[in-house]
């Protein structure tokens, strides 16, 4: 019987990967925090403590990072990215002395390092965190003062998120309470991996964002999630990801799809933005298909008035490049968002 092809959407758990769990004592050289909100949240806590309030982000940005900035008690301002999604240095005239800087690595294409180095030079004031959620590889070689990034989007595990502190350690972490959300995620999770109907999975998956929405504290991650992070072959599934994204570039050129970044093999990325004029249209359409992408992010009250994020917002589509896919699949997925273009 020909296997019934379906992609995207969240990962699923094979219930065996839980065996010899209930024995499990947490290794105490890795503090995973719930999310890369609740991640953040703690760097802007701590960064609060040396008298810091203001923060400057992108306005291409997810809603979830301006809530927690606003939940960590600062004043968000926004700025517009450059022609090569970097933030701008002219804009460095905006920001008052001790301020603090976000910078993000889009899909993992964008490395902000040599911008915060720049940044660094001309305003050593700064205290800099860098967005790595959609780049797990790099989280730890920004030369930012903090970055962080978020476990559930590159991996099957319900919660967790990683720091990634330069100079100084974050000292809140050891009094964090341990997330909630968790738990209708791995019920989706392990539902999804039995095959179920999509409503009846989706429906956890649905719930536990919305729990991830109203937490207002930084949490740290669930002790199961520290569990499966901690059986995670990383190098395989680099290897994995890094094969089907050269892959997607080598058949997406042929079908003429319009990429967002050039192919450059020192990046993984998380997914691999295409533009559409037609974007909508085509998410619908290869929905029949049973094919279900992302989209990084539609406008929002707080970016309305952003060329990028309107341009991004109505444009961009998300090929899911990662693990599980195989090159049938890959191929299948592009070829079928080719006929719908
Ligand atoms: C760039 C970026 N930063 C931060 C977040 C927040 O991460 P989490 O959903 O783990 O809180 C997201 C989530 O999609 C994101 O894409």
Not at 2 to 25: A, Q, R
Not at 31 to 53: H, P
Not at 236 to 258: A, C, D, P, V
Request: proline share 5%; net charge neutral; glycine share 4%.
């Amino acid at each position: 019987m020909k296997k019934i092809i379906k992609i995207g959407g969240e990962f699923d758990i094979n219930p065996n990967i839980l065996e010899g769990y209930p024995d499990y004592t947490p290794n105490n050289n890795t503090y995973l925090y719930s999310s890369g909100r609740s991640a953040l949240m703690a760097i802007l806590k701590q960064v609060s403590t040396y008298g810091k309030s203001i923060i400057h982000i992108p306005y291409y940005i997810c809603p979830s990072v301006v809530f927690a900035c606003e939940k960590a008690g600062f004043d968000v301002k926004f700025y517009e990215l450059d022609k090569n999604y970097l933030f701008p240095l002219e804009y460095l005239t905006n920001i008052r002395i001790n301020d603090v800087v976000l910078t993000v690595n889009y899909f993992g294409f964008v490395d902000d390092n040599p911008t915060i180095l720049e940044i660094r030079n001309l305003r050593p004031d700064i205290t800099i965190i860098s967005d790595q959620v959609q780049s797990f590889w790099t989280y730890d070689k920004t030369e930012a003062d903090f970055s962080f990034t978020s476990l559930r989007k590159h991996f099957p595990i319900p919660d967790g998120a990683l720091i990634y502190s330069k100079n100084q350690p974050i000292e809140l972490k050891f009094s964090l309470k341990e997330s909630f959300f968790y738990k209708n995620k791995l019920i989706g999770s392990l539902l999804k991996n039995q095959s179920l109907p999509d409503n009846i999975y989706l429906k956890f998956f649905e719930d536990a964002e919305l729990e991830l929405d109203i937490e207002k504290e930084p949490l740290k991650a669930s002790k199961l999630s520290h569990f499966l992070y901690e059986k995670i072959d990383f190098e395989k599934i680099r290897t994995k990801r890094n094969e089907n994204y050269k892959y997607t570039y080598e058949i997406g050129l042929q079908f003429g799809l319009n990429f967002m970044f050039s192919y450059n093999d020192s990046v993984t990325p998380l997914n691999v933005p295409i533009l559409l004029n037609n974007r909508d249209h085509v998410r619908k359409k290869i929905m029949n298909n049973n094919i279900f992408l992302p989209i990084h992010w539609t406008q929002s009250n707080y970016n309305i008035c952003s060329d990028t994020a309107k341009r991004i917002g109505i444009n961009e589509l998300s090929l899911v490049i990662d693990q599980r896919y195989s090159k049938e699949e890959i191929y299948y997925q592009i070829e079928i968002i080719s006929k719908m273009i």
